[in-house]
């Protein structure tokens, strides 16, 4: 028999060994059905916890939380900021590039925004609502993913042996400051890279200019841990034009 897209991965089920209960994860779970059942939903069920299927907690060395998914059609895949190859480069991961070139000489803008390539080196893109409905940012805030989203970060930094937080935007830290352990993992705070977000900013506060990347690979490198390779390299054509 077969698993519905919607279980936890194994490595995850850790997530239970604190305040957060099966029970609570199941009732989510049966109100997402639902809602995929009688609404327009992204991303797709299989891509649901993706960002969790493809980090193992022990191997977390860097967390980017996010609001929820991409409510345009074909874009969420199931990590935050990211979108499926696909799809064109939306306004906040423009902004994110723009940071990584900011800070790394030999920037090259990628052909799409999948950040599959950072999760492969251990940077969990969690979003703190894992589903949304068409068009409607928001639509499954409250459903309970909040605190499922809480239960995997304190599951990630009870495994990990040091990680960086990376959050972007009142959302982020409303999710992440409750739980987050300053003790022995650490947190780099900005705007969300929204372009409404930052369009409120003078330059020298924008969120190109943060150097949150190069910083992250600083405090993983003092604490023992490899850093991360931002660059997404690829043979394409670019679809980003950086200003």
Do not use: C
Not at 24 to 46: C, G, M, N, W
Not at 89 to 109: E, N, R, T, V
Request: no cysteine.
């Amino acid at each position: 028999m077969s698993l519905s897209p919607l279980t936890l991965p194994p490595a995850w089920s850790g997530v239970f060994s604190g305040d957060y209960t099966r029970e609570q994860f199941d009732s989510l779970i049966t109100e997402i059905d639902r809602r995929y059942a009688t609404e327009a939903v992204f991303p797709s069920k299989e891509n649901v916890f993706r960002a969790l299927h493809l980090v193992r907690p022990e191997e977390v060395k860097v967390i980017i939380v996010g609001q929820d998914p991409y409510p345009t059609p074909g874009n969420a895949h199931g990590l935050s900021f990211s979108v499926d190859a696909s799809a064109k480069i939306p306004g906040s991961l423009k902004a994110i590039f723009q940071s990584l070139a900011h800070s790394h000489a030999d920037w090259q803008p990628p052909a799409s925004g999948d950040l599959q390539r950072w999760a492969a080196q251990g940077v969990l893109l969690l979003n703190a609502i894992l589903t949304v409905r068409s068009g409607e940012p928001l639509s499954h805030a409250k459903l309970g993913w909040e605190k499922f989203t809480r239960a995997v970060l304190e599951h990630a930094q009870a495994k990990s042996p040091f990680i960086v937080f990376l959050l972007w935007g009142g959302k982020a830290a409303t999710i992440a400051d409750p739980v987050i352990d300053l003790t022995k993992h650490a947190a780099l705070r900005d705007q969300h890279p929204s372009r409404l977000a930052q369009n409120r900013l003078p330059p020298e506060k924008k969120f190109a200019v943060n150097g949150h990347f190069t910083e992250a690979n600083k405090l993983l490198v003092t604490h023992g841990r490899t850093p991360i390779d931002w660059h997404l390299h690829n043979d394409a054509t670019s679809q980003l034009e950086l200003g």
